[in-house]
């Protein structure tokens, strides 16, 4: 049966715990489908993606952050790029980009997986570059995100009325 989209909302969730099943290629690329659809400014889709699976390269990525252990046991991990372009505001971007991203993260709660977006990942391109061995260069390395099957079951969640998100209402 297919999930809604309130559904799909509602059970994302980050996972910080994962088995060492590798996500099918296809599976992946529809994934990361639903990420290049998201809206940009004058549709630029200023984003890339690398793929990382290698798990030694994946190891010494999460040496590199403060909350290594569940990224060095996540079996892959894509990182998001942005294009460095100065014709266009990188801050305009950011905005597109994080679409993007949110849409990879349901896409890919729709099909059971559990993900955690690695935003520490943000200031250490040049430290990650070196175990990719992709050409990043015109590009700024936006965040990593780990994926997989979770092995962890998911919260309780805090409801809305519970907490002070709304601040006021203007009619």
């Known amino acids: ?12 969730h980050s996972t910080r715990s994962f088995t060492d099943y590798i996500i099918p290629d296809q ?17 630029r889709k ?20 403060t909350y290594s252990r569940f990224i060095r046991k996540s079996p892959q991990m894509i990182l998001i790029y942005a294009e460095n372009d100065t014709v266009y505001p ?4 950011l905005i597109g980009i994080g679409a993007c991203i949110e849409n990879i993260l349901l896409a890919a709660t729709e099909k059971n997986y559990g993900s955690c977006v ?20 015109g590009f700024k390395l936006i965040c990593g995100i780990v994926i997989g099957r979770s092995a962890e079951p998911m919260i309780d969640r805090v409801p809305l009325d519970a907490l002070d998100y709304v601040i006021g209402s203007v009619e």
Request: no cysteine.
């Open 46 to 65: 200023p984003w890339r993606f690398v793929i990382v699976r290698n798990r030694e390269a994946i190891k010494n990525i999460a040496r590199k952050v």
């Open 90 to 93: 990188f801050e305009k971007d």
């Open 1 to 12: 049966m297919k999930k809604t989209v309130d559904e799909v909302i509602r059970n994302r």
């Open 118 to 137: 690695i935003g520490e990942l943000y200031d250490k391109q040049s430290e990650t570059a070196q175990h990719v061995n992709v050409n990043t260069d």
């Open 27 to 43: 599976e992946l690329m529809e994934i990361l489908s639903a990420g290049i659809v998201a809206p940009s400014g004058k549709n």
